[in-house]
Antibody
């Protein structure tokens, strides 16, 4: 079945970087965008960015530009999110999600990873 | 950035009753709207896309409606498994989420 499996929890100090992985299975990895969404403790969902694994083209929310890097390794069907210059406000669960196209202007994130908890603390 | 505003923040409903959740966009998003359900400790689950089409496996008691700036998610008869947080999300201009509506047991 279609599945996204993420890497384990991370604890980082302020100013450090973290790299989270998202391994896809059960579908053609290069044919679907992978999005990254984060959720701070007790808060709502926030879109971080997306990558198209086929080309490597990325888009990110303006507030993250210059601080997030999204990459992929098609040989292992895995997408990566790296966040640099971490601060306490980056403490959150980071999710990856597949974007599916249903036709016309119909899109949605239909399959989600289990989430990766990133804690930034001195 | 398109701002999505959900109301109410919390909705207290008895099992078997109807729940009506609202989502408003700061500008028109046509029908480029999605609803998710999220339970504690779980990833979001896709419910509705295109404002009104149920995703695969979603029960018929979930109904989405609206277009432009005003959207509604109706759960016709709440089951125990429906108590959760619900988020709307627009993808007309990049992606932004509402802040969520928590549906709790009355």
């Amino acid at each position: 079945q279609v599945q996204l499996v993420q890497s384990g929890a991370e604890v980082k100090k302020p100013g450090a970087s973290v790299k989270v992985s998202c391994k896809a299975s059960g579908y053609s990895f290069t044919d679907y965008y992978i999005h990254w969404v984060r959720q701070a403790p007790g808060q709502g969902l926030e879109w971080v960015g997306r990558i198209f694994p086929n080309s490597g083209v990325t888009n990110s929310a303006q507030k993250f530009q210059g601080r997030v890097t999204m990459t992929r390794d098609t040989s292992i069907a895995t997408a990566f999110l790296e966040v640099s210059r971490l601060r306490s406000e980056d403490t959150a669960i980071y999710y990856c999600a597949r974007e599916v196209w249903f036709g016309e202007q119909l899109y949605a994130m239909d399959v989600w990873g289990q989430g990766t908890a990133v804690t930034v603390s001195s | 950035e398109i701002v999505m505003t959900q109301s109410p923040a919390t909705l207290s409903v008895s099992p078997g009753e109807r729940a009506t959740l609202s989502c408003r966009a700061s500008q028109s998003v046509n029908s480029n709207l999605v609803w998710f359900q999220q339970k504690p400790g779980q990833a979001p689950r896709l419910l509705i896309y295109g404002a009104s089409t149920r995703a695969t496996g979603i029960p018929a008691r979930f109904n989405g409606s609206g277009s432009g700036t005003e959207f509604t998610l109706t759960i016709s008869s709440l089951q125990s498994e429906d108590f959760a947080v619900y988020y709307c999300q627009q993808y007309y201009n990049w992606w932004t989420f509402g802040q969520g509506t928590k549906v709790e047991i009355k």
